[in-house]
Structures are given as structure tokens and as C-alpha cells.
């Protein structure tokens, strides 16, 4: 058997192809839709989208395949396959009989108990202009495809090509993969039943470990899967815009539990002149209400203004959109603290510092983890929490979960802290008696 051949610029095909992330992903709807359209308009029994990898070839939709291939078969090795010739090509093939073509005559499929006689396949060309597999169509008996089916063909795997590059857009935006979820119809409802929960996590007074404030992070209490963290539905929450109910729901509920605990502290109490810190996303940024519904949130639950920040990521501030500093100086002229989340992790740190003069700015906890690991990790988290505190920023570092990283930390002459060592996030139940009482917290929870 010949050996199948090679795309002229194969190393960049096949980093082409990863970056779909398309391989091992379940079952598509609209794929199959488009293997069966082929195999209709073509008249053929079978109809499969391949996508040719290193060492074989992969059906992420098949039409009829059992008709052919035998039942479930989803790939084959790459050198039995007839997709490879055409992703080599980049052009359209049409074998009107295999066992008279050199090229595949050897062929197991051909050869075998499946008996392929005729072939179809037109390349699927992504947008990086490079082939990924190819659309085909095959037949156990011998056929002629006149130019017209193969322009319907090569049409169909174009839809194909377009379909993959929204699949690849969705796993960028954190919108596919196993764990996430995309039905923004439950997420709704959700929203509506009241299954947002809000878990805080403290922020400490690194010296004393006092506590001085929490960060409200929103979970869903989802009714089958349980308690779901952010990176779970916030993409699903981003691109539909449901964030902006969401984050309204988390403000109003994170304002009127720490209007609570301050209330129940009593004055001078442990938890008095508690803070709490809740993330604003870029949508809700643009939204242009924004500075009202934080004043609402603070009117509804009596919360004084300065107990407040608001935290914002340089993905937030760039997605903003819009007017963001408009925005921004509406929301400061309530009296609320603006904070920068994840500090050092875009693209532009630097710009924002000086754009935004936020009033707090948070370490990224990739800073905090890699303290103590070499000179030069060391000296890059010292210079970004100087240069916030030169600018005049509170500074707080996030993901603490080692005493030594604490000690660390206090030696660059940072105050706050939050992260593990002090306590996860935790639901409100868990929290209020050691709030009230002061009580230190097991360091994990
Ligand atoms: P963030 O604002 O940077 O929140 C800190 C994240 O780090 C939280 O993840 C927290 O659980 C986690 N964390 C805290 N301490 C440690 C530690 O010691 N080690 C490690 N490895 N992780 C630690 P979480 O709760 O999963 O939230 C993830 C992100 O989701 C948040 O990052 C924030 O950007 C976003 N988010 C959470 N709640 C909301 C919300 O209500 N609205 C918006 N727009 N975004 C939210
Ligand atoms: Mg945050
Ligand atoms: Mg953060």
C-alpha cells in the first residue's frame, strides 16, 4: 500500500487542526445535519466529515458510516485513508472506481469485507487557509460525480470549515469543553429561581490576621449538578449577557449580608467596619445604569458607600466598551473603592495603572506562587507591589497558601492578604460565627 502522502506545510496543518480542538469532542447536531444533507444531495449511502491527523484520520460526524465502515467505526489509520490525498491536494477528489486506481486499489476499506468502490471528498479548509480533513462521500458501488456535485460538495464542506471555526470560538471564550455549560435557558431560570449563592472569602491584616473585609464570588447551586464555581457559567454568563442580572443579584446580596455582619458586630465590633470587595464584569461596566444599580445596592441593603469595592480586570475594563471612564467616574463619585483584579496578568497592567488610578490593586496569585522560586520571580513581584504602592494603591495579594509565602509577602511590606492559608471561600453559614467571634479559621474550608 502506498504510502499516503503529506501536506507540503504539514507541521502547520496539524498545529492548524489543534488549535480547533475539535478531535475528541462528543457528538454535533449541526455537523451531522451537514453529513446527511451531503449524503442526500449526492445520492450516496454514506457521508463523513474526516479530520486528518498525524497518524490517522478522525469522523467527527458520520452519516451512514455503518453502511460502509461498519457499525461505530470513527477512525482509521491515517495511511488507509482516502481524506489524506485530498488534504495533501487541497483540492476536491472524485474516485469513480477505487479498484482501478492505484492510489487506493490496496486499500483495507477497498480490498476488505466493506468493499468501498467509489469516493468523493472535497477539503475543509479553516481559516488559517490550511486543509483539516475533507467532506466525503463513498458507495459501495462504482460512480461518476459530474462537476455540479462537487461544487455541492466543496459548498458543503466550506458550512463545514465555518461551523468548525464557531466551535473553535467557543472553546476560546471558555464556551465548550466537558465541564461547561451552554444552555443560558437554565442559567436564566436559574437566576430567577434565586440559585445564585454568594460565598466570601476574607481578607486579612496579614501582622494581625484580622480580618478587615471579604470577596463576594458568586457559585450556582445548580439543581442537578450541585454547587458550580464561576469558570463553570461566567463564559455562558459573559456572552449572553447574562451577567448583568447576575452581577446585579450577586452586588445586592453581598451588600445586604455585609450590612448584616457590620449590624451584628455592633459598634466596634469584630466586624463593624467590615468591607466587602465584589467583581464588576466588562458588560455590566457598559451598561449604562451601571452607577445606579450600585447605588441602589447600597441604598437597599444601608451599607455605607466606603464599605464597598468594586473589582475590575483589565479584561473587564477592555471589554468595557463604550464609555467605561465615564462610567467609572460615576461609579467613584458614590464614595465607593475601585480595585484592579489580577494585576500583572494582561496585556497592558501598566496602562490601566495609569488610566484607572484604582484605588487598590490586587497581586495575582501566579505572582504569589512563584515567590521564593527565583531571584528574578522574587524581584518581578517586588517591583509590581512597589510600583502600586508608589502610585498610592492599597495592596492586596491574592492566592496565599503557604505560611512562607505569607512571610514573603509581609517582608515586600504587603498588608493584605487573602487565600487558602487564611480560609477558601465559604458559604455565609460557615462564616458568621467566627466572624462574630473572631475566632481564627481553619486554614482550609
Ligand atoms: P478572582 O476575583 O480573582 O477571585 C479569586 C479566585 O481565586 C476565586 O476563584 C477564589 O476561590 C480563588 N482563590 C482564593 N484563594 C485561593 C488560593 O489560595 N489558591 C488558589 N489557587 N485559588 C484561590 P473563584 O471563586 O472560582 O472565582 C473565579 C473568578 O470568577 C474570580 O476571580 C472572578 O474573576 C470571577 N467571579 C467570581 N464571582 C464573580 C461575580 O460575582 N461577578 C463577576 N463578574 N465575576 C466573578
Ligand atoms: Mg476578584
Ligand atoms: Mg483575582
Known amino acids: 500500500m502506498p504510502a499516503a502522502p503529506r501536506h507540503p ?25 451537514l453529513t446527511r444533507a451531503a449524503a442526500r444531495a449526492l445520492g450516496t449511502s454514506t457521508a463523513l466529515i474526516s479530520l486528518v491527523d498525524e497518524h490517522r484520520q478522525l469522523f467527527t460526524s458520520a452519516s451512514g458510516v455503518e453502511h460502509v465502515l461498519g457499525p461505530g467505526v470513527r477512525q482509521t489509520p491515517r495511511e488507509e485513508s482516502f481524506c489524506a490525498h ?14 482501478a486506481d492505484a492510489r487506493f486499489a490496496d486499500l483495507p476499506m477497498v480490498t476488505g469485507p466493506q468493499h468501498v468502490r467509489s469516493y468523493a471528498g472535497a477539503p475543509i ?44 470560538a467557543d472553546a476560546a471564550a471558555g464556551l465548550s469543553g466537558p465541564d461547561v455549560l451552554v444552555d443560558s435557558h437554565a442559567l436564566r431560570a436559574g437566576i430567577d429561581a ?46 449572553s449577557g447574562l451577567v448583568v442580572p447576575l452581577g446585579r443579584q450577586v452586588l445586592t446580596l ?3 449580608q455585609v450590612a448584616l455582619w457590620r449590624a451584628q458586630g455592633g459598634a466596634g465590633g469584630a466586624s463593624a ?59 467613584r463619585a458614590l464614595g465607593v473603592e475601585l480595585a484592579l483584579d489580577d494585576f500583572g496578568t494582561g496585556y497592558a497592567s501598566f496602562s490601566y495603572l495609569q488610566r484607572f488610578q ?7 496569585r501566579c505572582f504569589v506562587a512563584a515567590l521564593g522560586r527565583s531571584e528574578r520571580d522574587d524581584l518581578l513581584a517586588a517591583s509590581l507591589v512597589q510600583l502600586a504602592q508608589r502610585l498610592g494603591c492599597g495592596v ?10 505569607a512571610a514573603a509577602l509581609t517582608a515586600l511590606g504587603v498588608r493584605h492578604a487573602q487565600g487558602y492559608l487564611f480560609s477558601a471561600p465559604r458559604a455565609v453559614a460557615d462564616l458568621t460565627g467566627h466572624l462574630l467571634a473572631r475566632d481564627p479559621l481553619p486554614a482550609r474550608g
Open 273 to 331: 467596619d467590615l468591607h466587602v470587595a465584589v467583581n464588576l464584569s466588562g458588560r455590566q461596566l457598559s451598561e449604562p445604569d451601571v452607577a445606579q444599580v450600585i447605588a441602589d445596592a447600597l441604598t437597599i441593603s444601608g451599607l455605607p458607600p466606603e464599605a464597598l469595592v468594586l473589582e475590575l480586570t483589565e479584561t473587564s475594563l477592555a471589554a468595557g466598551g463604550g464609555d467605561v471612564d465615564t462610567a467609572l467616574q460615576r461609579i
Open 9 to 33: 506545510r504539514e507541521g502547520e496543518r496539524l498545529a492548524s487542526l489543534h488549535s480547533y480542538r475539535v478531535l475528541h469532542t462528543g457528538p454535533d447536531a449541526a455537523l451531522d445535519a
Open 86 to 99: 485530498v488534504v495533501a491536494a487541497e483540492e476536491a477528489i472524485v474516485v469513480p472506481d477505487a479498484t
Open 358 to 364: 484604582p484605588d487598590v490593586v490586587k497581586i495575582d
Open 194 to 239: 434565586g440559585q445564585l449563592a454568594v460565598h466570601y472569602q476574607p481578607v486579612v491584616d496579614l501582622p494581625s490576621r484580622r480580618w478587615l473585609g471579604v470577596e463576594a464570588l458568586v457559585r450556582w447551586d445548580h439543581p442537578e449538578r450541585g454547587l458550580l464555581a464561576p469558570a463553570e457559567f461566567l463564559p455562558l454568563a459573559e456572552a
Open 125 to 168: 479548509i479553516g481559516r488559517d487557509g490550511l486543509p483539516l480533513g475533507a467532506l466525503c462521500v463513498m458507495d459501495r458501488a462504482p460512480r461518476e460525480l459530474d462537476t455540479a456535485a462537487v461544487q455541492v460538495l466543496s459548498e458543503l464542506a466550506g458550512t463545514v470549515a465555518e461551523l468548525l471555526e464557531l466551535r473553535r
Open 254 to 256: 453581598a451588600c445586604t
Open 396 to 405: 492586596v495579594a491574592e492566592g496565599v497558601e503557604t505560611p512562607e509565602q
